[in-house]
């Protein structure tokens, strides 16, 4: 009876590890697909329509959030039209395994990025967006956690801030980027 308990917590203890090992490892393999240029590589760890539909579905209720009150009501699902039209577009041909990659690679564009995505935002809704100046060119990871089951969370920026959010989430065992978020340059809290 003792060994087949051994051998059954053995198994337990070895598959826990598997599950916690694997998204590291994916995240290591987005890095190094990235450092590489390796495109192939990126659209293996990467789900480019799910990042896209997340990507669109932020802006547009950030979008929806700044002009709440400044637009009729029998206006705001033609408004959400028009910004489909908008973001759509702009979302394929930002969001690529090039695009992703230079990203990863160290932020140095970061700030086009941003710049990009949030312009047509404030075009629309009249406010001024403060995008803030990039201090690193080279990110590294900071941190990475579980945030649900099926859900990992990966931090990257400079020496002491994350300016850069990762969501991976679990699709079979394998683990793949389906979101990410730009930070306002938080400090890390130990």
């Given amino acids: 009876m003792k060994k087949w ?18 998204p590291r490892y994916a995240i290591e393999q987005l890095e190094m697909a990235a450092r590489d240029e390796n495109e192939e590589q990126l659209q293996r760890y990467i789900d480019f329509p799910a990042l896209r539909d997340n990507l669109r579905l932020r802006l547009q209720r950030k979008l ?13 699902e033609f408004l959400a039209a028009g910004v489909n039209l908008f973001v759509s577009p702009l979302l394929q041909q930002l969001v690529t395994p090039e695009g992703i990659g230079e990203l990863l690679r160290g932020g140095k564009d970061l700030r086009e990025f941003e710049l990009e995505l949030y312009r ?7 406010d001024v967006v403060d995008v803030p100046e990039s201090e690193e060119n080279t990110w590294q990871l900071r941190r990475w956690r579980f945030v649900g089951v099926n859900l990992v969370s990966a931090d990257y920026g400079g ?23 730009l930070l306002g340059g938080e400090k890390e809290d130990e």
């Fill in 120 to 126: 047509m935002s404030s075009s629309v809704s009249g």
């Fill in 159 to 181: 020496d002491t801030t994350a300016r850069l959010r990762l969501i991976l989430e679990r699709r079979g065992l394998r683990w793949q980027l389906v979101d990410l978020h």
């Fill in 64 to 76: 929806r959030e700044s002009v709440n009150g400044d637009v009729p009501e029998e206006f705001r």
């Fill in 5 to 22: 308990l051994t051998i059954a917590l053995v198994s337990f203890a070895l598959l826990a590890a598997g599950y916690i090992a694997l």
